[in-house]
């Protein structure tokens, strides 16, 4: 089993048979979610340093124990808050879990820390669980990479940021989808109030006539099943 959710702006759910993993949980966005009615929160993974990105992370990882994996400036910044199951990585290898293994991918971002330090580099990471590949792309411009990524990884799902201004938007972000390869995507990061408000079902009209499914998951209860 695997399956999908989205909770706000970047934040995900993977839920897999062993529990559940988090994606940049920034989830005070949305009033509707708590993190203690998911089952077991094993990992809690961050792509860069942004508050909208880490969230609450600190918190989350604190009441349920939670490893948390970030890049390692990003993931010193949780130590000096006490979160105590800190996985320090880099880009560029995989890193092996229960539930399967993930890669830090590059992302073309800046990555300052909500304490004003900063964070290295922001990040997009690919997962690999019971045989699905699902890249997270963080928040990034369209780059060249993804034809890498494509190559490489074959992902089958990518969440891709649309709302612009900070990166990606629509525009971009269908050029994206087709760099990668991916016969499946979520759109994401398109309603941070009070910059960013874009209609991903602008998004969804792309590929209408396409072979790629784009998925919109807004709803509290919406969960995009992968296997
Ligand atoms: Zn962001």
Redesign the pocket.
Known sequence: MLKLKHIT??AFEIINDSGTILIDPFVSLNAQYNYRNSKNISDIFVTHG?Y??VGQTVEIAKNTGADVTAIVDVAAYFQTLGVKKVHPVGIGSWLNYDWGRCIFLPAIHTCTLPNGASGGVAASILFEINGVRIFHAG?TSLTVEFKGINEVYHPDVALL?IGGI??MDIEHAVIAAKWLGVKMIVPM?YY?PPVIDVDPRDFAKKFEETDVKCVILDNENDELLLK
């Open positions: 702006l970047s942004h909208d990105h928040d940021p900070y990166g990061h941070l």
